[in-house]
């Protein structure tokens, strides 16, 4: 008798353990939730209307050809008669903040603006002649972006734009030329020529680096050198100016 209520105290017990692990099963996971960090929406130019630069999620064009000054700014060098502000657009990058576009527009010249969004007002920062920009990046504190571009005298150009503070006009911080950097250009052997990869902004928003690497011209394409070494270069956001203490103790030594 004893052991039957044994076994059937084994058999409850195994039955409820059954029971529960089933009902954990099926039961419905504890729900969590996650906020997701907004992405900055992409900008693009239509390929069939190169006309206006859109933004994702936006059926109406926030910038369009006719939005754009009518003819040169005072302080842009420019070839007589090259059209201005021409009738496409290449090129469009949102600022993180999504408070400014920087783009290119032309043809055969190109020419690089901003435009603040909120405003509408279009700044003409230069026009660059038989040339057009292959990138354009922003820093993560939107206060500066980074052209690439190659010149038809064939070096190899990375430029800094920044924003004054109480104007918010544009204005060149800092440039970079293969040709004009001493330490690239002594160890060129012609008709060898480099390209520029991996073109990144650190995360405070200070430097900007780029990796360079000898390469071939065979025919109209630049070849990768096999086992040519890269280089890093590194470049500051806006160019140190020495310390007023300093020039001022030069000054009196002299």
Known sequence: MKKNLLYVGIFVVLALVIIYGVSLTNSDP???????EKATPEVYIKK??????????????VLRI????????????????????????????????????????????????????????????????????????WSPNSKYFALRYVPPRGDHIVEIIGFRERTSEPYFTMSWSSI????????????VCILIDHLEWSKDSETISFEIQKCKIEGLKLIKMEHAPTETIIL???????????TEKKSEEN
């Open 30 to 36: 504890p729900v969590t939730n996650v906020v997701k």
């Open 48 to 61: 069939d209307q190169p006309t206006a630069i859109y933004i994702e999620g936006n059926p109406e064009p």
């Open 180 to 191: 004009e950097d001493e330490h690239i250009y002594s160890r060129l052997e012609m008709p």
């Open 66 to 137: 006719e939005d754009l000054p009518k003819e040169f700014p005072p302080h842009i060098k420019h070839v007589e008669g090259a059209p201005f502000p021409d009738n496409r657009f290449n090129l469009a990058s949102l600022s993180p903040d999504r408070q400014r576009i920087a783009f290119t527009c032309g043809y055969i010249h190109e020419w690089v603006g901003v435009c603040e969004l909120e405003s509408k007002k279009v700044h003409v920062i230069t026009w660059l002649f038989d040339t057009h920009v292959k990138q354009i990046l």
């Open 236 to 246: 500051n956001a806006i160019k140190k100016e020495p310390l007023k203490e300093t």
